[in-house]
Structure formats: structure tokens, C-alpha cells
């Protein structure tokens, strides 16, 4: 009986850090979508010209930019690093080995989003911040991320 209760108690406590793997895959994914989302779909069109500018909009995605600024110190666990990564991309082992180069990623992108925030008030300061966020995106991913294939 007691050898019973054991057992079942650590296959609870497993399926319990596999939902939590699980769940952390899937808040790293959704916020980098949505990343992707308003860096594509929302500035990027207003500045090419294709959009309006829409200072509430552009609001939302920085607001977003700094959000996930505040999750990426903690975004990538120990516990997803075998995780299964539906999709394209997945978490460099970098992000554990070099936490320290990760880390300094993290803050680069979360100055310059903050400084965004304090400058973007019309379509020229939009253009003029628009490649510095982009260039953040890409400096991380090319170290940081892996594409599959
Ligand atoms: C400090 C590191 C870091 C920064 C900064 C960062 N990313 Fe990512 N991004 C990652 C990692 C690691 C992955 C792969 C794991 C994942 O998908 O969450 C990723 C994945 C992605 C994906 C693919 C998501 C999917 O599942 O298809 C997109 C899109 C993306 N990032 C967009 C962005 C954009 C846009 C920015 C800037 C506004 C940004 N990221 C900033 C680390 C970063």
C-alpha cells in the first residue's frame, strides 16, 4: 500500500514538470509570435508607409517589446532545454552555457526598447528607433536560436 502511494506520487510529480516544461515552452513561443507579430504586421508597415501611424498601436507593441523584456531573464528554464519545440525554432544550448552572453542580450534589448518607448511619438521617431529594435531581435536569435533543418 504505502509502496503504492509512492509510486503514484512520483508519476504525478512527473506529469507535473512535464505540464510545467510544457507550459514555459508555450509562454516562450507566444510571446516571440507575438514579438514577431508587431514587429511584421503592426511597425513594420507603418514604416514603410503601407499603414497609418497609429500612436495607440505603437504603444501596444512597445508595450509588448518591454513585457518580453521582463520575461526573457526567466523565459528559458533549465527545465525546457530538452523540451520538444513544435515549429521551427528552438532555444540555443547557448542560452545555459553562456548565460552570462545571454543575460547581456537580455539588457541590451531591454535599453532599447525602453528608450523606444521614451522617443516614439510620431512616423519620423518611429523610423528612426524601428532598425536599432530590429538589430536587438537579431542579435540574440543569431546566437540564441536555433532553426531547424
Ligand atoms: C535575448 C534573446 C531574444 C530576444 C531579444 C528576442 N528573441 Fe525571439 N527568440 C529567442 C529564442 C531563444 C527563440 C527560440 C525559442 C522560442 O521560439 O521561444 C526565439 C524565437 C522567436 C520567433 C519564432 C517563434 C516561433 O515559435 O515560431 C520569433 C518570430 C521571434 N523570436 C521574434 C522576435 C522579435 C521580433 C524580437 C524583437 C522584438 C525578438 N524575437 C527578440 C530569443 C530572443
Redesign the pocket.
Given at each position: 500500500m504505502m509502496r503504492t502511494v509512492i509510486v503514484v506520487g512520483t508519476l504525478l510529480l512527473g506529469a507535473g514538470a512535464v505540464l510545467a516544461q510544457q507550459d514555459a515552452v508555450k509562454l516562450?513561443?507566444d510571446?516571440?509570435?507575438a514579438?514577431?507579430r508587431?514587429?511584421g504586421t503592426v511597425l513594420g508597415p507603418m514604416v514603410k508607409g503601407e499603414k497609418p501611424y497609429d500612436q495607440a498601436a505603437v504603444d501596444a507593441a512597445l508595450n509588448q517589446?518591454d513585457d518580453?523584456a521582463k520575461k526573457?531573464p526567466t523565459m528559458?528554464p533549465a527545465s525546457v532545454k530538452n523540451a520538444k519545440?513544435e515549429?521551427?525554432?528552438?532555444?540555443?544550448p547557448k542560452?545555459w552555457d553562456d548565460k552570462a552572453g545571454?543575460d547581456a542580450?537580455?539588457a541590451s534589448?531591454a535599453k532599447v526598447v525602453s528608450e523606444a518607448k521614451a522617443k516614439v511619438k510620431d512616423l519620423d521617431s518611429l523610423k528612426a528607433n524601428f532598425p536599432g529594435?530590429?538589430r536587438?531581435?537579431g542579435a540574440?536569435?543569431e546566437t540564441?536560436?536555433l532553426k531547424k533543418g
Open positions: 516562450a513561443q510571446t516571440m509570435k514579438n514577431g508587431n514587429m517589446f518580453t526573457l528559458f519545440w515549429g521551427d525554432f528552438s532555444p540555443s542560452i545571454y542580450k537580455v534589448f529594435i530590429g536587438e531581435c540574440c536569435h540564441y536560436r
